[in-house]
């Protein structure tokens, strides 16, 4: 919650309408940042393919709050694997 005081400047003010709230919940981003996870190996293990990763917004925090903080980091890129390649 976010506090503040609330005094009266004179003495008419309980006839001045609802004193305003003290009190108002609030919700904090600044430490909202991206998670990711490790790139995945290459769709295809001999050649131009896709890797992806997982990006999540730390804490469980929808995407919008981690968006405050910064661009979402990508979670898909080209790759080229050799790994199964093989000569005949």
Known sequence: ???RT???EGSD????GLKPQTEEPCYE???CVWN?????????????????RTVL??????DSDCIQRGEKPT?????HATFGCRWQ
């Open 29 to 31: 981003t600044l430490a």
């Open 36 to 52: 990711t996870s490790s790139w995945d190996v290459c769709s295809n293990s001999c050649g131009e393919g896709f890797t992806t």
């Open 75 to 79: 979670a898909s890129k080209a790759c």
């Open 13 to 16: 003010c309980p006839n001045a």
């Open 57 to 62: 917004c730390g804490h469980g925090s929808p």
């Open 6 to 8: 609330v005094t009266c």
């Open 1 to 3: 919650f976010r506090k």
